[in-house]
């Protein structure tokens, strides 16, 4: 019956059929043991964890990979990193050298044997390679990974970083991976991912599933979940109904304010709003015409009604973005007075003064995502006013995630969290080195450089206050010059039904979704 409801629902809300299972009965979790989860997406990115960012894949490497410490379940703070697949470490009083000495008897999923020191080195080179890595300009502020011995691993840095343990926890290129799957399966590995988290690949499903089993041979011991089936489901009101049905345990929300009002009037439903915040951002490419001229990107930024924003997403859910850093990461700084004031007729003033007394029309690509392509609607409706065309050319979530990193977009909307340090933000988005395009790419979607001085100082400083000071300095260099112009910081949306403990206290979680671990059941 309830396979029933959830294929009406979808068929109504989308004209298709979700087919949910591969037998075609409902798995529902209490009866099955099977946690379903839907997510707001069509299908897939990347299934490799140096490979991929997206929040739709972000969320099962949190369940299928370890690194070399994580972050306590249930949180986001880098206060609360502890041990994973290394015991314990220790640092040389330079902060140059780190020893990590890794558990023994660790498993890779799918009797590809046991994990030692050598597929840690196999992996940071792995995350540290551009043509394997979205991640590779973290990594190279590696001198070496070394192997002392099946389960001690030295790493050696150019220079001292604000948190090594920031790029090997398991998130981004830290989540480790097992070098003989890696390399017998090559490209395939994004079809079939090892690691040797509690979860471990079942089945994939091109747009319609990814099922994922219990780990048997987990180091921290087998999971009380027989496994976790993740259904693209990208329709809101189908993914909705198929919750409110019992066909789903865990859905995604990310639409806004009304969401969260709604689920919470459901019987049997915990609404989650946890962090960390992404920061909603609109990078602004300074090398493409008319945004080459400093007067147009500041036009821009004087089309920008926050308080708009805010309260079309719910100010349960969102806060005002302050900066180009989020708030609470370590070394944010308030930019709020160098934001320019919402003033329309002060934006049309400038671009006549920048030769465009017609106004101009600028392009964007953007994901099909419901919850972002809203903001894009609200962001393209603000610019009207002003005079500033905005076409908008709207593609498939991968496929926006590959033509935006060929720098095909002159506006890039992009939503995210990084590990909360101003570094990581910072060097990921607005240093030059991590520009589309070049070989060191990360998502510099504005060709920004404003900061990358202060940027480089920051990381080798080991004077904290003066630390604090360049990552300030850096943030008001970019602001000043209107690389990006920060939007909104979204508070991750999630709902549970109440019969699922997930184990622990949930306040946030850097995968984006709530971690699955060996102690999530149903009660």
Not at 393 to 416: G, N, P
Request: aromatic share 10%; net charge neutral.
């Amino acid at each position: 019956m309830k396979s029933r409801l959830l294929k009406t629902a979808c068929a109504l809300a989308t004209g298709l059929v979700l087919t949910l299972s591969v037998t075609g009965q409902s798995q529902a979790g209490p009866d099955t043991n099977f946690l379903n989860v839907g997510i707001a997406a069509s299908d897939a990115g990347r299934l490799d964890p140096h490979l991929s960012a997206t929040t739709i894949d972000k969320a099962v490497f949190g369940w299928m990979f370890s690194g070399l410490v994580r972050f306590t379940p249930g949180t986001a703070s880098p206060n609360t990193i502890e041990p994973d697949l290394a015991e314990s470490w220790s640092t040389s009083a330079d902060g140059l050298e780190w020893t990590f000495n890794l558990r023994k008897g660790v498993q890779c999923h799918s009797n590809y044997g046991e994990l030692t020191s050598a597929d840690i080195v196999y992996s940071f080179a792995r995350a540290a390679n551009p043509k394997s890595s979205s991640f590779s300009s973290n990594f190279k502020v590696f001198e070496s990974v070394k192997a002392l011995d099946p389960y001690t691993v030295k790493i050696t840095l150019k220079n001292p970083i604000p948190s090594l343990l920031g790029l090997v926890t398991n998130y981004h290129g830290g989540n480790i991976v097992c070098k003989k799957a890696a390399e017998e399966m090559g490209e395939d590995f994004q079809k079939h991912p090892i690691g040797t988290g509690p979860f471990m690949f079942g089945e994939y499903k091109p747009q319609q599933y990814l099922k994922l089993i219990a780990n048997p041979k987990y180091f921290r011991g087998v999971p009380k979940l027989k496994g976790i089936m993740y259904r693209y489901i990208p329709s809101n009101s189908a993914r909705d109904l198929a919750f409110q049905a019992g066909e789903l345990d865990m859905i995604y929300g990310g639409q806004g304010q009304v969401w969260v009002d709604r689920m919470k009037k459901l019987k049997g439903t915990i609404v989650h709003v946890m962090e960390p915040a992404e920061m909603s951002v609109m990078s602004l490419n300074i090398t493409s015409k008319p945004l080459d001229d400093i007067r147009v990107r500041k036009a821009i930024a004087m089309a920008v009604d926050r308080v708009e924003f805010v309260n079309f997403k719910g100010a349960g859910t969102v806060r005002a973005a302050t900066s180009i850093v989020p708030q609470g990461y370590l070394g944010y700084a308030d930019m709020t007075a160098l934001m320019p004031k919402y003033d329309v007729e002060g934006a049309k003033k400038l671009l006549a003064e920048a030769g465009y007394p017609d106004g101009i029309t600028i392009k964007a690509i953007h994901t099909s995502l419901p919850g972002m392509l809203a903001t894009m609607e609200v962001f393209q409706a603000q610019l009207a006013r002003a005079g500033i065309k905005l076409d908008l050319e709207v593609v498939e979530h991968a496929t926006f995630h590959a033509q935006i990193r060929k720098d095909l977009s002159q506006v890039t909307h992009y939503s995210a969290a990084r590990f909360p340090v101003a570094d990581t933000y910072l060097t990921q988005f607005f240093h030059s080195d991590s520009t589309v395009g070049t070989p060191t790419a990360v998502t510099n979607f504005s060709h920004c450089s404003a900061g990358d001085a202060e940027i480089d100082a920051a990381r080798s400083e080991q004077d904290p206050d003066k630390q604090k000071a360049l990552w300030k300095t850096a943030q008001e260099k970019i602001m000043k010059d209107f690389c990006a112009i920060p939007i909104y910081e979204t508070l991750q949306l999630w709902a549970t039904k109440d019969y699922l403990d997930l184990g622990y206290k949930l306040i946030g979680s850097l995968s984006l979704a709530p971690a699955v671990t060996v102690n999530t059941h149903f009660k």
